[in-house]
């Protein structure tokens, strides 16, 4: 169990580092002027940074319960891969999906969502 966890917590760090990387990539990659594109690259990772820090984050006082902590996980991080694909990002897109869903199944399997 001890082994699960701690697979947990990587795959965890990898992907949240992943979806920060993966916001920045579609502002960058946008079809937009250079100046657009720059401010994407900036809000996009900002918004979620606050979405997480309020809604996720282990110590936020209004942290939402697991279930809609699954939901709002796998919602950020959907948003983000269907982003990838539309700035032709398709490769990105697939990896942050697969390597997310593995992390989503085993933390819920061992609870640690």
Do not use: C, H, Q, Y
């Not at 940074?49 to 939402?64: E, F, M, T």
């Not at 593995?102 to 640690?112: N, Q, S, V, Y």
């Amino acid at each position: 169990m001890r082994i699960a966890i701690l697979i947990n917590a990587v795959l965890a760090l990898l992907t949240e580092l992943g979806l920060l990387a993966a916001t920045i990539a579609i502002g960058l990659l946008s079809p937009f002027p250079p100046v657009l594109r720059i401010a994407l690259a900036v809000v996009l990772p900002a918004v979620v940074i606050a979405v997480w820090g309020v809604l996720l984050a282990p110590r936020s006082p209004r942290r939402v319960g697991p279930r809609a902590r699954l939901l709002a996980e796998a919602a950020l991080f959907a948003l983000a891969a269907v982003g990838l694909a539309l700035v032709d990002a398709a490769l990105p897109a697939v990896l942050l999906t697969v390597i997310t869903a593995a992390r989503l199944i085993l933390g819920a399997a061992i609870g640690r969502v």
